[in-house]
């Protein structure tokens, strides 16, 4: 079955960088897009990254472009987010996402926090 890992999430001060990792499994990852989401306390999931199956296409939130960056690895089956010069406001739990065979799949998430 389709699963999907996060990890690399954790406490960071304002201007730091974390790379977050998504592991993939039980599907063809190189024929699918994914995309990274995140939910902030008390606030809806939102999309904040995509990228197509071949890398191709890469597109972000206007909250996050420049500053994060979104790529794979198809023969290591797995999804990044390089994140760079975060701030409080990018703290939430980072999902791993994708859309297989008309549903989609979520990973359990990783948490960011970003306070001084």
């Known amino acids: 079955q389709v699963q999907l890992v996060e990890s690399g999430g954790g406490l960071v001060q304002p201007g730091g960088s974390l790379r977050l990792s998504c592991a993939a499994s039980?599907?063809?990852?190189?024929?699918?897009?994914m995309n990274w989401y995140r939910q902030p306390p008390g606030k809806e999931r939102e999309l904040v990254a995509f990228?197509?199956?071949?890398?191709?296409?890469?597109n972000y939130s206007d909250s996050v472009k420049g500053r994060f960056t979104i790529s794979r690895d198809n023969t290591k089956k797995k999804v990044y987010l390089q994140m760079n010069s975060l701030k409080p406001e990018d703290t939430g739990v980072y999902y791993c996402?994708?859309?297989?065979?008309?549903?989609?799949?979520w990973g359990k998430g990783t948490l960011v926090t970003v306070s001084s």
């Open positions: 039980g599907f063809a990852f190189g024929q699918y897009s």
């Open positions: 996402n994708t859309r297989y065979q008309a549903l989609d799949y």
């Open positions: 990228i197509s199956n071949l890398a191709a296409r890469i």
